[in-house]
C-alpha cells in the first residue's frame, strides 16, 4: 500500500487549498481515510476521517465548517477541501488508511497502519 498527499502550498489567510491524497496498492471495499497534521513544534493532530463504504465522516472542532472531507472510491482517493485558512492551520498534512470505518477512536494514530508522506501547507498575510 502506497499513499501520496498532495496540493499543499502557501496561502493567505481567509484562502482555500484543496489536499489530495492518492492511495495504491488498496484492494479492500472499506476502508477509512484520516487526515492528520503537524505543527512546527507540535505533536500530529487528527483532523478528519471518511469512512468509504458509507461516506460517513469525522472532523476535530477546529475545523469544522471550514474543512471538508470526501473521497472517491473509482479513483481510490481523498480530498480535504479547506477553506477559510487560519495561520494556525500552517502544518505537514499526512493522510492515512487502514480497513474498516472511522470509529469514535479515528482521531489515534494506531488505527491507521499505512501513512503517506506528507505535504506542507502554510498560511501567512
Known amino acids: 500500500v502506497q499513499l501520496q498527499a498532495f496540493g499543499g502550498g502557501s496561502v493567505q489567510p481567509g484562502g482555500s487549498l484543496r489536499l489530495s491524497c492518492a492511495d495504491s496498492?488498496?484492494?479492500?471495499?472499506?476502508?477509512?481515510i484520516g487526515w492528520f497534521r503537524q505543527a512546527p513544534g507540535k505533536g500530529r493532530e487528527a483532523v478528519s476521517c471518511?469512512?468509504?463504504?458509507?461516506?460517513?465522516?469525522y472532523y476535530t472542532p477546529s475545523v469544522k465548517g471550514r474543512f471538508t472531507i470526501s473521497s472517491d472510491n473509482a479513483k481510490n482517493t481523498a480530498d480535504l477541501q479547506m477553506n477559510s485558512l487560519k495561520p494556525e492551520d500552517t502544518a505537514i498534512y499526512y493522510c492515512?488508511?487502514?480497513?474498516?470505518?472511522?470509529?469514535?477512536?479515528?482521531?489515534?494514530?494506531?488505527?491507521?497502519?499505512?501513512w503517506g508522506q506528507g505535504t506542507e501547507v502554510t498560511v501567512s498575510s
Open positions: 492515512a488508511t487502514d480497513i474498516g470505518f472511522c470509529s469514535g477512536n479515528w482521531y489515534k494514530e494506531d488505527e491507521y497502519r499505512y
Open positions: 496498492g488498496f484492494t479492500y471495499d472499506h476502508y477509512r
Open positions: 471518511i469512512s468509504t463504504f458509507n461516506g460517513s465522516t
